[in-house]
């Protein structure tokens, strides 16, 4: 059969369009291999190198921030063992009071001392609206709002910004074991995704949830009767939510380590310190936690308590270093501790240590 002139350039047109076509797709390849990915790949490397080139270090003595040197009290410039510490976007500084069952507001570098935004300014106990038998904790939400665990009342109470007094969100105001109750509430935590509200209910060896609204709690964590299995809690006290794993870190006290407990979760895993509950002194061991915080890098800080230190892990490592005090030495100078409860850190990384039985809250300047 002979093929017609118009068939035959039909023909060579198609075949010279899928040559090109077929050249300018591996011309497209070779580009992108080229000049896209080795830039997509430089600005992955650049991102690392940001993350792996971040300085973290701090001063080795503090700066009093909130309280006196060597002076409890209830005054406006005092403290009586500070417990809680949060922060609010300008970096205000909000502490838990304890034994003065208030909390106290403080704006950095501040002349006149703290002011009084939940409780009594005067330190007086009570139950009622108005009052605090002990606050462990305070959780500040963005819109102002204070969470404040009110430890010997066994509840939590919600000050609204601004209010004279606050509401009761958890608890009774009597020590019980019911979904409903709570004995010796201690730390706070908040997922904002589901507006949901997590309590480390100390007494009763579990951490709970309550939802915006509800009047009972659900057991994420132990509840399983006071023991140092991984489906056991032992005195829990601080508690940190990790939106990125979807769990909470708990300050396992009375088992000497920092565990994980991913919501729905039947157990805990190990983060640092003694699987089997054992305390000590070494890098690698806890004496007494009471609080647990993650930087934005995942390090993770840990109030030493009874070992009188700050430590920092790195990510994965199971190693310690020492940031703040010094292991098994108790004082009142600007560089030691004496029984630490909590840790916090503000914008600037800048580290906070409530250095409780001193009755004041240490900045270490990050540098």
């Known amino acids: 059969m002979v093929e017609t002139t118009e068939a035959t350039t039909e023909r060579r047109f198609v075949v010279t369009w899928s040559v090109l076509l077929s050249w300018g797709c591996a011309f497209l390849i070779a580009l992108i291999s080229v000049i896209v990915i080795p830039i997509l790949y430089t600005n992955k490397k650049s991102n690392q190198a940001a993350d792996a080139g971040v300085v973290l270090r701090w001063n080795t003595k503090g700066r009093i921030v909130a309280g006196t040197l060597n002076e409890e009290g209830s005054g406006a410039r005092q403290l009586f063992h500070p417990i809680g510490l949060a922060f609010d976007s300008s970096d205000t500084l909000y502490v838990a009071d304890y034994e003065n069952n208030r909390v106290q507001k403080w704006s950095m570098n501040s002349t006149t001392g703290g002011t009084t935004v939940a409780g009594q300014a005067t330190a007086i106990m009570g139950a009622n609206s108005t009052m605090f038998h002990y606050p462990t904790d305070v959780l500040l939400h963005p819109n102002g709002d204070l969470y404040v665990s009110d430890r010997y009342n066994n509840r939590v109470q919600l000050w609204a910004s601004g209010a004279l007094e606050g509401k009761t969100i958890a608890g009774t105001g009597r020590a019980g074991t019911e979904n409903y109750e709570l004995n010796n509430p201690w730390g706070l935590a908040y997922k904002h995704e589901t507006k949901t509200l997590f309590i480390s209910d100390c007494y009763n060896n579990r951490v709970v949830a309550y939802q915006s609204g509800s009047s009972n709690g659900t057991v994420v964590a132990g509840g399983n009767i006071q023991g140092k299995t991984p489906t056991q809690l032992f005195f829990p006290t601080g508690i940190y939510f990790d939106s990125l794993t979807n769990s909470l870190l708990i300050a396992n006290w009375g088992g000497n380590n920092?565990?994980?407990?991913?919501?729905?979760?039947?157990?805990?895993?190990?983060?640092?310190?003694?699987?089997?509950?054992?305390?000590?002194?070494?890098?690698?061991?806890?004496n007494g936690p009471y609080d647990v915080t993650l930087d934005p890098y995942r390090n993770v800080y840990v109030v030493d308590n009874a070992n009188f230190r700050i430590q920092m892990f790195k990510p994965d490592e199971i190693n310690g270093t020492t940031l703040a005090g010094s292991t098994g030495r108790t004082g009142n100078s600007y560089g030691l501790l004496n029984?630490?409860?909590?840790?916090?850190?503000?914008?600037?990384?800048?580290?906070?240590?409530?250095?409780?039985?001193?009755?004041?809250?240490?900045?270490?300047?990050?540098y």
């Open 258 to 286: 920092i565990v994980r407990w991913v919501l729905g979760a039947s157990n805990w895993t190990l983060i640092v310190g003694s699987a089997i509950g054992e305390s000590g002194s070494g890098s690698t061991f806890l």
């Open 339 to 366: 029984s630490p409860y909590t840790v916090a850190f503000d914008s600037q990384l800048n580290l906070y240590v409530a250095d409780t039985f001193n009755s004041r809250v240490l900045r270490f300047t990050r």
